[in-house]
Nanobody, 123 residues
């Protein structure tokens, strides 16, 4: 599996930004997808996930109501729409995949990882 994340950039606080992650190498619709992030000097943390089966979603509390994860199986792509960004959202964002798995915040459950895309939110 190969994952290619894109869409990062520099934005001001309060702005919106959309990330994309292109999946290849296997059958995308069989994989639960997740987004994680790692801020400066911080450990990598879970952001959001979307199920392969019923498209159920799961978010960390700090992004609920601001971020939306979605997927397009026809395009082999998972998205993360981020609204009302704050400087605390500054991080490298990684997409990850787990085959046939339920949505999870546990990094070790994900089999494949993308290279990350940097999001910087200025105050």
């Amino acid at each position: 599996v190969q994952l290619q994340a894109s869409g990062g950039g520099l934005v001001q606080a309060g702005a919106s930004l959309g990330l994309s992650c292109r999946f290849s190498g296997r059958t995308f619709r069989s994989w639960t997808m997740g987004w994680f992030r790692q801020g400066p000097g911080k450990e990598r943390e879970f952001v959001a996930a979307i199920s392969w089966s019923d498209y159920s979603t799961y978010y960390t509390d700090s992004v609920k109501g601001r971020f939306t994860i979605s997927r397009d199986n026809a395009k082999n792509t998972v998205y993360l729409q981020m609204n009302s960004l704050t400087p605390e959202d500054t991080a490298v964002y990684y997409c990850a995949a787990k085959m046939f798995g339920h949505v999870s915040a546990t990094m070790d459950e994900y089999d494949s990882w993308g290279q990350g895309t940097l999001v910087t939110v200025s105050s």
